[in-house]
Nanobody
Framework: QVQLVESGGGLVQPGESLRLSCAASGIIFRIHKMGWYRQAPGKERELVADIISGSNTNYADSVKGRFTISRDNAKNTIYLQMNNLKPEDTAVYYC???????????WGQGTQVTVSS
């Protein structure tokens, strides 16, 4: 049974930082592209960042230079370091696992990030 468990969300003020974590189980972690997606109220789910390996990463333009995705294959965990958070980053953030070269996605339950003064 595949499980993706996110943690680290919360309420912060603009300019502050948060670090999200996603622990995976039930999959062969190293053969999955892992990613973070987010969905704001009234909007579609969008890609924030994904990672195949340490140097093979992809970011949405809106987060480039502020967010960093990383993975620890020994711990079956990915991270999203979010710096200089803005109110428009407010959303539910979802962890996703995609077996490389397939169209299948596994999803976590989501964690709320709220950026507000």
């Amino acid at each position: 049974q595949v499980q993706l468990v996110e943690s680290g969300g919360g309420l912060v003020q603009p300019g502050e930082s948060l670090r999200l974590s996603c622990a995976a189980s039930g999959i062969i972690f190293r053969i999955h592209k892992m990613g973070w997606y987010r969905q704001a109220p009234g909007k579609e789910r969008e890609l924030v960042a994904d990672i195949i390996s340490g140097s093979n990463t992809n970011y949405a333009d809106s987060v480039k230079g502020r967010f960093t995705i990383s993975r620890d294959n020994a711990k079956n965990t990915i991270y999203l370091q979010m710096n200089n958070l803005k109110p428009e980053d407010t959303a539910v953030y979802y962890c996703a696992a995609n077996p490389i070269s397939t169209t299948r996605y596994y999803w976590g339950q989501g964690t709320q990030v709220t950026v507000s003064s």
